[in-house]
């Protein structure tokens, strides 16, 4: 069993993610989301496709009228190919609004159909006594600087240093 909500694997049987503490009993019993609302997406709908038709038309209808007042056909070749790419950018536009609407609707059902959790589902924290002393960190790792030691290292290190000093 996977948590819905961080997504780690958790074993059946119970009922909060060890992890991020979701609640497994409320995600299984939730009830689906709402759906966006019927009208809103038709009035959508239509509104992307008289666009889309009013951007085909529109530069057909008023074509006559330019020929006659004295536009080539290559310009109005260039007239129709920029009303086309502006009204698809329109339409692009639109669509990626209302998926965003649809998706902020499902985001905002969704969290408003969660149940609220009270403050009785958390365990009441264990008092307990301080931690014993583990002791210090360093207490094992750090080298030994008795004179002795330091001794030997001074005079192995002079030595070497005396023989670099010499010429070869």
């Given at each position: 069993?996977?948590?819905?909500?961080?997504?780690?694997?958790?074993?059946?049987?119970?009922?909060?993610?060890?992890?991020?503490?979701?609640?497994?009993?409320s995600a299984l019993s939730a009830s689906p989301s709402k759906k966006f609302p019927l009208a809103?997406?038709?009035?959508?709908?239509?509104?992307?496709?008289?666009?889309?038709?009013?951007?085909?038309?529109?530069?057909?209808?008023?074509?006559?009228?330019?020929?006659?007042?004295?536009?080539?056909?290559?310009?109005?070749?260039?007239?129709?190919m920029a009303d086309i790419s502006v009204m698809l950018v329109v339409v692009f536009l639109l669509?990626?609004?209302?998926?965003?609407?649809?998706?902020?609707h499902q985001q905002t059902s969704a969290v408003a159909s969660a149940p609220n959790v009270s403050?009785?589902?958390?365990?009441?924290?264990?008092?307990?006594?301080?931690?014993?002393?583990?002791?210090?960190?360093?207490?094992?790792?750090?080298?030994?600087?008795?004179?002795?030691?330091?001794?030997?290292?001074?005079?192995?290190?002079?030595?070497?240093?005396?023989?670099?000093?010499?010429?070869?």
């Open positions: 069993m996977y948590c819905p909500t961080c997504g780690i694997d958790s074993v059946e049987g119970l009922k909060y993610c060890k992890r991020c503490g979701a609640n497994f009993t809103l997406t038709i009035s959508f709908l239509i509104i992307i496709g008289s666009i889309f038709i009013a951007g085909l038309a529109l530069p057909m209808a008023a074509s006559h009228d330019l020929m006659s007042s004295g536009f080539t056909t290559g310009q109005l070749m260039y007239i129709f669509t990626w609004l209302f998926l965003r609407l649809i998706k902020l403050t009785s589902d958390f365990a009441q924290p264990q008092i307990v006594g301080p931690p014993q002393s583990i002791g210090s960190v360093t207490e094992n790792t750090t080298r030994s600087f008795e004179p002795r030691v330091y001794d030997n290292l001074r005079e192995s290190r002079g030595s070497s240093q005396a023989s670099d000093d010499e010429p070869r």
